[in-house]
């Protein structure tokens, strides 16, 4: 088995730890698997919730709407207007190129990606994170 560390266990030594705590991946995957075991119906691990198919393997479909979800999600959370095309294969690219607008060293990005050229990160996932045309008219 896999087993990963949370980080920022409780006790909480300030209110910094605690949302990192909210945000620690490990925690929210026990949290997700102790609530859904009333009514989880296979050993997937990811289940629809809703109606008529509730408990009931996640299909690849419904996983990627998820995953596009949560990506529009976090960019309308932090008030940044979501790239254009986004798709649950985006991830990858999304997190990179946003981290590279960071000011992060592209060799701190490729090292935490595996990469051993920033080559790899230009041709596969240097995504254009810039505002689609007129999205700024109409969220005004």
């Known amino acids: 088995p896999v087993v990963l560390q949370a980080f920022c266990p409780p006790p909480f030594r300030d209110s910094d730890q605690q949302k990192l705590n909210c945000m620690c991946p490990v ?15 296979t050993d997937q691990l990811f289940v629809c919730y809703g109606p008529p198919k509730r408990g009931l393997p996640a299909s690849k479909h419904t996983l990627s709407h998820w995953i596009v979800d949560a990506i529009t999600q976090a960019y ?4 940044l207007p979501s790239p254009l095309g986004v798709k ?8 990179a190129s946003k981290t590279f607008t960071s000011d992060v060293p592209m060799q701190d990005i490729c090292d935490a990606a595996g990469w051993s050229t920033p080559l790899t990160f230009v041709r596969f996932y240097d995504l254009d994170l810039r505002v689609a045309p007129g999205s ?4 005004a």
């Not at 925690?27 to 119906?41: F, M, Q, S």
């Open 88 to 95: 649950a294969h985006s991830t990858r690219g999304i997190s």
């Open 136 to 139: 700024s008219v109409l969220s």
């Open 76 to 79: 309308e959370f932090s008030d």
């Open 27 to 41: 925690r929210a995957l026990d949290t997700y698997i102790h609530r859904a075991a009333l009514w989880r119906k």
